[in-house]
């Protein structure tokens, strides 16, 4: 007989910088001609070729039961048409699974983009339209080659809710 699997409600929290820092940045519009500085994002695609284009992805709950980190690049995803969105996350760290007591989840509106600090754990976008597009700053072949995830169904017979 199988266990069922549990379900972890996750309150998103509206983003802010400061409730972000821990996993990345969110980047809001600056004026242009603004010299850079730490508002900017501090890109790490160094171990190979940066690809940016736009994901549309579609029909996308609020649950899920893996979450997944790249650690040889940072990652930029924000919507696109303002749509605000979902994503839960929890720091970078040494282990190969993130600690359950640190997954959180952001309410993303979409006049920004967040930006993920190498290592981040990650899950989604989430969102409740049918589709939105999303553009998306990696390396060219970090889902091939860096693309490291956690299964807590497998592992903990637990899948979380973002509400």
């Not at 695609?45 to 940066?50: A, K, R």
């Not at 049918?130 to 956690?150: I, K, Q, R, W």
Request: proline fraction near 4%; glycine fraction near 6%.
């Amino acid at each position: 007989m199988s266990e069922s699997i549990s379900t972890k409600r996750l309150l998103a929290q509206w983003v802010t910088p400061e409730n972000f820092r821990s996993y990345g940045q969110v980047i809001f519009a600056s004026f242009d001609g603004k010299s850079f500085d730490a508002e900017d994002a501090q890109l790490n695609l160094d171990n190979g070729i940066p690809r940016f284009y736009i994901m549309r992805l579609q029909g996308k709950c609020r649950k899920f039961g893996k979450i997944t980190r790249h650690v040889e690049c940072t990652q930029c995803l924000g919507s696109l048409d303002g749509k605000d969105w979902l994503m839960a996350v929890a720091p970078p760290g040494d282990s190969n699974e993130p600690s359950l007591e640190d997954i959180v989840a952001f309410r993303i509106p979409g006049n920004c983009f967040i930006k993920l600090d190498v290592g981040t754990w990650h899950a989604g976008p989430y969102f409740d339209a049918d589709f939105v597009d999303f553009y998306n700053l990696e390396l060219s072949d970090t889902n091939v080659v860096d693309h490291f995830s956690f299964d807590f169904v497998k592992k903990h017979n637990l899948e979380f809710e973002i509400i």
